[in-house]
């Protein structure tokens, strides 16, 4: 596992080619799945400003391999709206506040989200709901 904040700004590099990419800027999260959608790369070629969680290879300490320059694929109509989640407040499905995500902790293989770190306490990726402009929404524990 990781966690966002050890992401950004590593190196991305392609497998086949040996070339970089960019730097990671950002993740994008898709509610729908509760996992990365995509990164948002920075110092990047114009064509190439995100690339698709399926397009990478591996996530390590120090870089992200994505598999080849040919797999990154410049057409982002596919991927999610950016909505830059740490820092964003959290609120449940009631409209309860649960303070703002600090970190989040994903498993680098599949891109899932493990654990939103907030000031008040953990959340557990699968209680994602959404994600906004606003707010991170998640489902209220159950008693």
């Not at 070339?19 to 994008?28: A, D």
């Not at 729908?32 to 110092?43: E, K, W």
């Amino acid at each position: 596992m990781m966690m966002f904040t050890q992401v950004q700004g590593l190196p991305v590099i392609t497998a086949d080619e040996a070339e970089p990419l960019g730097r990671v800027e950002s993740l994008t999260i898709d509610a729908h799945t509760s996992g990365i959608a995509c990164l948002r790369l920075s110092g990047a070629p114009r064509h190439v400003t995100a690339i698709a969680w399926h397009a990478v290879e591996a996530v390590g300490r120090d870089a992200v391999i994505v598999r080849s320059r040919a797999a990154v694929d410049p057409g982002q109509g596919s991927l999610p709206a950016h909505q830059e989640v740490l820092g964003r407040r959290v609120l449940t499905e009631h409209g309860v506040a649960h303070g703002t995500v600090k970190d989040i902790t994903f498993d680098n293989t599949t891109g899932r989200v493990q654990t939103l770190y907030t000031a008040l306490g953990d959340i557990s990726g699968d209680r994602l709901l959404g994600v906004g402009s606003y707010a991170v929404v998640v489902r209220a524990e159950t008693s």
